[in-house]
């Protein structure tokens, strides 16, 4: 369970927002500037907030009134952005391996092998970033972040970057994400069809604010023109 209850003031935009979370996949829906960013970046701990508190499965990492932040690298969070972010001299095997050795955990062949096979990376793993399709870049960004054993995943737009083809390529990978690996995610996206494929959950915001809390029926109906 995700429980979030947190204001910060970034200039002249204020983020306040409030929801508890028990999905497999919570989305957070809305335009650009809508405060999705800063709202992860919160709950992974790279942004302190002004107020408030967020506390996974009953463990608070932060609490203001309390004075308690737990450190990004003490959370146990995984973070996918929409660049992938690999390591371009490293090659694939020691990209997914990176989060696993910065978090000293101790080797796990069974659970890389899932995971490889998850994602269907095995061909991919002698190869360097350079020489990776921008979808398959970002299935061994999913990887690497699942290999550091985290108990939540971030997602930040990891489809935005690509164009419709590899979308439709990665979308199918990522529901196995939700359906296979056990792990929570938060889904940040600006698009309402991706969402209903995904998310079981759903917080939209606008202008700092959340405006609606629910199932993916609250998100908005886009007509295609007669």
């Known amino acids: 369970m995700l429980?979030?209850?947190?204001?910060?003031?970034?200039?002249?935009?204020?983020?306040?927002a409030s929801f508890t979370s028990e999905g497999r996949v919570t989305g957070l829906f809305g335009a650009s500037g809508a405060g999705k960013t800063s709202l992860i970046n919160i709950i992974a701990g790279l942004v302190r907030p002004d107020r408030g508190t967020i506390a996974i499965d009953g463990e608070t990492l932060d609490d203001t009134a309390a004075r308690i932040h737990v450190p990004p690298h003490r959370r146990r969070i995984g973070y996918v952005f929409q660049?992938?972010?690999?390591?371009?001299?490293?090659d694939v095997s020691h990209n997914l391996d990176y989060g696993r050795r910065m978090n000293r955990l101790a080797d796990d062949p069974a659970q890389r092998t899932r995971v490889v096979d998850l994602l269907d990376i095995g061909s991919l793993l002698n190869r360097r970033p350079?020489?990776?399709?921008?979808?398959?870049?970002q299935r061994v960004a999913f990887g690497r972040a699942?290999?550091?054993?985290?108990r939540l995943l971030l997602l930040d737009e990891p489809l935005g970057a690509l164009d419709e083809g590899r979308k439709l390529e990665i979308l199918p990978y990522l529901v196995r994400l939700r359906d296979e690996a056990g792990i929570p995610m938060v889904y940040v996206s600006h698009d309402a069809a991706e969402l209903r494929q995904l998310a079981t959950q759903i917080v939209m915001l606008r202008g700092g604010r959340i405006t609606?809390?629910?199932?993916?029926?609250?998100?908005?109906?886009?007509?295609?023109?007669?």
């Not at 660049?83 to 490293?90: G, Q």
């Not at 699942?146 to 985290?150: A, D, E, N, T």
């Not at 609606?212 to 007669?226: I, N, Q, Y």
């Open 3 to 16: 429980r979030v209850d947190v204001s910060k003031q970034h200039g002249e935009f204020l983020l306040e």
């Open 130 to 137: 350079g020489q990776l399709s921008g979808g398959e870049r």
């Open 146 to 150: 699942l290999l550091s054993k985290p």
């Open 83 to 90: 660049d992938a972010r690999l390591f371009p001299h490293l």
């Open 212 to 226: 609606a809390f629910g199932g993916v029926k609250v998100l908005p109906v886009v007509r295609s023109p007669d």
